[in-house]
């Protein structure tokens, strides 16, 4: 079947502009994870859906990010005025339930912030 | 605060080599531990993990050696190939949570 699919693939935006970011995770998966690759930084948690709640959103860096997901499926996370220290890779991943589960990935979004 | 710290952060091992890379965790709470592999403009995938119940576990080439009581392990790629050339990122977590730390990543490069 079809893997975790994420888009745009990239997206370039102005400073201050908000954006949307989509995840559409393996049917039947329903958890859902967003991590930041940023260069040299690994990769940061930000938030995890368990069906459309989020239990854990502790890795949020700010009140300008912001996640939901519908239907147990879809998610979108959301950057409101964006700034250059939000550039990075932002992926996606979903898995059957808990974390010793397999997580699968998205191939991300490359979000460049000018 | 890295829960979860990998070192080197970039490796180059020559073709047919073993290539090593360690991690060493803080939260004795962490009860799995997985390894993925990220090729580059690709999400990265489970390579393979471990339970701190066994102290090695081995697919193919690719074997994780694990110190409880150290809390560290590592990840070694016997034979390595430029194939297996990637980032590799070790993780942490525990049982039912669902939050993965993840290690800042090692650069592998093999050369022919």
């Known amino acids: 079947g079809a893997g975790v699919s994420q888009s745009p693939s990239n997206k370039v935006t102005e400073k201050g502009k908000d954006v949307e970011l989509r995840c559409d995770p393996i049917?039947?998966?329903?958890?859902l994870y967003w991590y930041r690759q940023s260069l040299g930084q690994g990769l940061e948690f930000l938030i995890y859906?368990?069906?459309?709640?989020?239990?854990?959103k502790s890795g949020l860096p700010s009140d300008r990010f912001s996640a939901e997901r519908t239907g147990g499926s879809v998610s979108t996370l959301t950057i409101q005025r964006t700034q250059q220290e939000d550039s990075a890779v932002y992926l996606c991943?979903?898995?059957?339930?808990?974390?010793?589960?397999?997580?699968?990935f998205g191939p991300g979004t490359r979000l460049t912030v000018l | 605060q890295q829960q979860v710290k990998q070192s080197p952060q970039s490796l180059i091992v020559q073709k047919g080599g073993i290539s090593i890379i360690n991690c060493a965790y803080e939260?004795?709470?962490?009860?799995?531990f997985p390894w993925y592999q990220q090729f580059p403009g690709k999400g990265p995938a489970l390579l393979i993990a471990?339970?701190?119940?066994?102290s090695e576990k081995k697919e193919g080439r690719f074997t994780i050696s694990f110190n409880k009581s150290a809390k560290q392990f590592s990840l070694h790629i016997m034979d390595s190939q430029p194939g297996d050339s990637a980032t590799y990122f070790c993780?942490?977590?525990?049982?039912?949570?669902?939050?993965?730390?993840f290690g800042i990543g090692t650069k592998l490069q093999v050369i022919p």
């Open positions: 993780a942490a977590t525990r049982g039912g949570y669902q939050k993965v730390t």
């Open positions: 859906f368990q069906g459309n709640s989020a239990p854990d």
């Open positions: 991943a979903s898995s059957f339930g808990v974390a010793d589960n397999e997580q699968f």
């Open positions: 471990i339970r701190p119940d066994v």
């Open positions: 939260n004795t709470a962490f009860d799995y």
């Open positions: 049917s039947g998966h329903t958890a």
